[in-house]
């Protein structure tokens, strides 16, 4: 990386972004100016480990070559047609999308709560001309604690409060049951359910895994029920498990997929809707669109992401790196760490409260050149890029027992 281009320090940038920007985040005190692979690097020129990823939208790291190649030659070419006409880019993306997941359509959108979005219209639809619900009695059930987006209509059913107040009214058709309860989840499921929305891993709540067998027991439900499976795998999925999806852990093959996130390569919003086509073809010209869903730059860029996954090379790093991972997060129970939930290169740490916040410990990390964020308190989590080595992973590791101690 070069040296950056600006003059104003760190402090002064921060300063300006106070009376012109909307305070909907708290960021660290970092101001990055460049970024290559697991490292970025702020305007005073120190290097940082980025151990976040852009909350799984970096997945292949920053700037990976494969993508900034595909992206470059596609600038030279067409970057956008709306879908008011054809373009040569993206039929090759939803061929390639659908063969990698397993399913047979896809719905290009933007981003990962268009997608939520998106998926939302397309189970009720469906509830509505296959399933025969009666009109506008459709319902979805989700789960507490779930993270899938923050439009009036998410976070109409989150139980984030934070999210909700002073957001209202909100949107109906929705039953909330605890996660990684599949008792609770049949109570709720009747014959005005469209579909079972869930993150098979619950990224915002702490990166929350379910106990083995959730999964299959909800796609086995919803079978049952007549209803669909849709699973939320923006912040899961391409890689970030040790699998492609999450869902495979359990073998698992939902309705329909969601998908975000990494899949525009950390260097355009791409998300997608994918789906069987039994459930996605009841969408009709004009039910549903997007300007931007599937422009050329985006097909050009996610069809890179699909073909760096199709070789199995970062699902296989993200296993193995994955045992580093646990390792690591193993040796500092009963210092500092009261627990932790893995899987893959991801990672909720919950801290004890006698060493810090979460905040706290992600300030004293930044000062080690280790970038993380707080989520929840006392929770940090740890999602690197899936290019990350076991060197630079078990740095990061002695920089959190150092600030632990």
Known sequence: MTAPVTTRSSADLIRAEEPVLAHNYHPLPVVVARAEGTWVEDVEGRRHL?????????NFGHRHPTLIEAAHRQLDLLTLTSRAFHNDRLAEFAERLAALTGLDMVLPMNTGAEAVESGIKVARKWAYEVKGVPADRATIVVAAEN???????????STDETARQGFGPFTPGFRIVPYNDLAALEAAVDETTAAVLL??????????????????????????????FIADEIQSGLGRTGRTLAVEHEGVVPDVLLLGKALGGGIVPVSAVVGRRDVLGVLRPGEHGSTFGGNPLAAAVGTAVV?????????????ELGVVLRGGLSALLGKGVVGFRARGLWAGVDIDPAAGTGREISERLMREGVLVKDTHGSTIRLAPPLTITTEELQGALGALEKVLG
Request: glycine share 12%; aromatic share 8%; net charge negative.
């Open 199 to 228: 993150e098979p891993i619950q990224g915002e709540a702490g990166v929350v895994i379910p106990d083995d067998g959730y999964l299959t027991g909800v796609r086995e439900l919803t079978r049952r029920k007549g209803c669909l």
């Open 307 to 319: 073909e760096l996954l199709e070789t199995g090379e970062f699902q296989r790093r993200a296993a």
């Open 147 to 157: 993270f899938h987006g923050r439009t009036t209509t998410i976070v109409s059913f």
């Open 50 to 58: 980025d151990m976040l990823a852009g909350y799984s939208a970096l």
